[in-house]
């Protein structure tokens, strides 16, 4: 094949197929000039997939809470992160009304036979909780507001905007921080590698 006048001879692409991009989502311009064309953030219908950090029509959980200067996304953040501190705190603040709640406790013990022929007795301790008590009621309570504050956190570090996702962490990290160091450590007393 004889390809000379190959840069002045037409080509017919007619069967190429030619992808378009969907025209951008109203609203979803998150500023900070990232993104991909004309706002459409890489072909995802208006979706950011990519950490940026921007603070123009940032939408935050709901349609109407949108933000737009600078000083709402530092509210927005400090929002983000007494709600990060609040869940640790929810979380620690159920295992100790779980604690305080505990009744019928049993110790069971079981003999096992030892290495040079003796018998050692291994103890259990079992905890249990009723069904029907006030203490089960709130901690089915706590444990839907936690889930729900949960998923919250979840979706605000899914709008992919920088700021608010380093709220998420610090506000994890320090709820950790302040509540957790007064978390039991559970030692077995019948564990013997220590």
Known sequence: MDHTNHSTMEMD?????HHTMAP????????????GHDGDHGGHGG?????YFGYNNVELLFTG????????????????????VLYEGLKMGR???????QVNVRYNSMPLPGADGTVLM????????????PAHFLQTLLH???????YFLMLVFMTYNGYLCIAVAAGAGMGYFL????????????EHCH
């Not at 951008?24 to 993104?35: E, L, N, Q, R, S």
């Not at 295992?95 to 709640?101: A, D, F, G, N, Y």
């Open 65 to 84: 809470l949108l933000i737009n200067s600078p000083g709402e996304m530092v509210g927005a953040c400090i929002g983000v992160f007494l709600l990060a």
């Open 95 to 101: 295992e100790v009304l779980l604690r305080r709640s």
């Open 179 to 190: 509540f957790s160091w007064r978390k039991a450590v559970v030692v077995d007393i019948t």
């Open 144 to 150: 839907i507001v936690q889930v729900v504050v949960s």
């Open 24 to 35: 951008p989502t109203i609203g979803h311009d998150h500023g900070g000039g990232g993104g």
């Open 122 to 133: 291994e103890t259990h301790k079992t905890v249990g909780q009723r069904m029907l008590s």
């Open 47 to 51: 979706m950011v997939m990519t950490f």
């Open 13 to 17: 692409h007619s069967h190429h197929h």
